[in-house]
């Protein structure tokens, strides 16, 4: 046992130092993205969005996460009680464990296992059972058509995501992300692939639930869906685990089509500066873009939600991965062959 | 390897507990969500063997997809009424004959085993070598050329029964009004937009 401890335990030391390695940027980031968000829609309404707080309103958010915390957590009479408690764990420690395999450069990653999108693309289709969890343990209408909204529209959208990352993949030849990224050394692959960065993104938008694809809370209509019964503490779990898997779409899209930690032109200047400040740059920039979307786009309609995942994104992204692979083919493009 | 045998204890041990629970909590919601514990445990089960693809397409597959259509139907039931102790009884007699059965097919195989080592034949046609490939890749090579019969076969029967439930539960309801896209589009060219002066307003 002494033996086992002296051999192990340097090991899992290191593996927690990285784990708050990343989970403190991480939450750092949450903290950022949430201020961005609303500033970012307060400038598109010419409002000044929050300015009180701190300089510029940067401590809005720890302030509102301060408030969250010393809050009361009521747990509704009629619900089931260790379900709903676990449910925003749930939400939280898998948008969490995503991250373990992203590479922020080249070599500067958690986990880099073979399997790393398929791994991603696993935990994220189990965010769902946090949001069913959620809604069916509320034992309550608004949260139970949230839920099932929810669980619909993610499904439905993984469906499309999924045929999007094979396109990528038969560009790439392998699983790991790492060498997803290297591929594109010589150029990215949303230009390429342009009709499928759309089509992921816009997906991507529909994954995490943002507007205007939000109608699993769509408060004009469910309160505020499946998350209606839900206060203080559970709630902030929830809110910053929908924003930790907001940020993995962005480091995906980063990732998949924007060449992740690759300087855009592979000259002097650019390439001395370090990857991952590159890494950090694009997914700032694709989180405008979904803020930006917030801010402008109308909410969709259910059925209209419905017919642009199965009639519109599914057949275009079946039809992308056979032309892909056939353009591949013919040419003898497709790596490894 | 004290590390891994730790592990395959932990996932095995909580396969063993959750599987219990599956048959016997009263609650179905909670029945379903401790199934899915199990997959995750079995999915753990493969990483330890190395077969990460595996693992992966486990999880994808049945938790995220036919697992979450199983809490859709199951959390839809009125299950405070449907629960009643006396039922249980009655299946008893049934779960003891499938018991028995199954008791008495493992006993005349094990029976019939040799567990010798130089009993075991060679497989007509080995499998290709693997050495230096991804999993994946191993699995690729296999699965679309070797058992590629088997393969299509498998999707076929997956199409047939998923044309077969579409054609079973699908109703014409009267009344209903649908949005046609490509109607709207085509209204374009006849609306015009018309820049109304105060005082004039316009010809119709």
């Known amino acids: ?337 | 390897m004290t590390a891994q045998l730790l592990t395959f204890y932990l996932f095995s041990g909580v396969i063993l507990i959750s599987s219990l629970m599956v048959i016997s909590t009263k609650n179905p919601v909670h029945s379903v969500l401790f199934l899915i514990l199990s997959f995750l445990n079995a999915a753990g089960l493969f990483v330890i063997l190395h077969a990460e693809f595996l693992a992966m397409i486990l999880i994808i597959v049945y938790v995220g997809a036919v697992a979450v259509l199983f809490l859709f139907v199951v959390m839809m039931l009125d299950f405070k009424t449907s629960i009643n102790k006396d039922n249980i009884l009655q299946y008893i007699p049934i779960g003891i004959l499938i018991g028995v059965v199954f008791i008495t097919e493992l006993i005349i195989v094990l029976i019939n085993t040799k567990f010798d080592l130089s009993n075991i034949q060679v497989l007509p046609n080995p499998l290709s070598d693997f050495t230096g490939k991804s999993n994946t890749e191993a699995i690729g090579s296999v699965l679309y050329t070797d058992y590629i019969l088997y393969f299509q076969l498998s999707g076929v029967i997956l199409l047939v029964a998923m044309i077969g439930s579409i054609v079973l539960t699908l109703r014409e309801r009267e009344g209903v009004k649908r949005q046609v896209v490509s109607e709207q589009l085509q209204r374009q060219g006849k609306i015009d937009l018309v820049d109304v002066k105060p005082g004039k307003g316009v010809d119709i």
């Open chain 1, 1 to 337: 046992m002494i033996n086992l401890v002296q051999t192990y335990f340097i090991e899992v030391m290191t593996i927690i130092l990285y784990c708050l390695l990343i989970f403190v940027p991480l939450l750092l980031g949450v903290v950022m993205a949430l201020y961005a968000d609303r500033k970012i829609w307060a400038a598109v309404q010419k409002r000044r969005g929050p300015n009180v707080v701190g300089p510029y309103g940067l401590f809005q958010v720890p302030a509102d996460g301060l408030k969250f915390i010393f809050k009361e957590i009521i747990l509704p009479d009629g619900s089931d009680k260790t379900v709903f408690l676990i449910a925003p764990i749930i939400t939280l420690a898998l948008s969490i464990a995503a991250w373990a395999v992203v590479p922020v450069q080249a070599g500067v990653v958690l986990a880099n296992i073979n399997v790393g999108i398929l791994y991603i693309f696993a935990i994220s289709s189990l965010g769902v059972y946090g949001i069913l969890m959620a809604g069916w343990s509320s034992n309550s209408k608004y949260p139970f058509f949230g839920a099932l909204r929810s669980a619909a529209q993610m499904v439905s959208y993984e469906v499309s995501i999924g045929f999007v990352i094979i396109t990528v993949l038969l560009c790439v030849g392998s699983l790991n992300l790492t060498e997803i990224v290297m591929a594109q050394k010589t150029m990215w692959f949303f230009i390429p692939l342009f009709p499928m960065f759309i089509v992921f993104f816009i997906s991507a938008l529909a994954e995490t639930n943002r507007p205007p694809f939000d109608l699993p809370e769509a408060e004009s209509e469910l309160v505020a869906g499946y998350q209606t019964e839900y206060s203080g503490m559970p709630f902030v779990l929830f809110m910053f685990g929908e924003y930790i898997n907001i940020l993995l779409m962005c480091a995906m899209t980063t990732i998949l089509f924007l060449g992740g930690w690759l300087p855009p032109i592979d000259i002097y200047p650019l390439n001395a500066v370090p990857g991952f400040v590159w890494f950090l740059l694009k997914v700032t920039f694709v989180f405008y873009l979904f803020a930006m979307v917030k801010a402008f786009v109308p909410r969709y309609r259910y059925d209209q939600l419905m017919r642009l995942g199965w009639k519109v994104f599914l057949p275009l992204s079946l039809f992308a991965v056979v032309a892909t692979s056939s353009i591949l083919f013919f040419f003898n493009l497709a790596p490894g062959m």
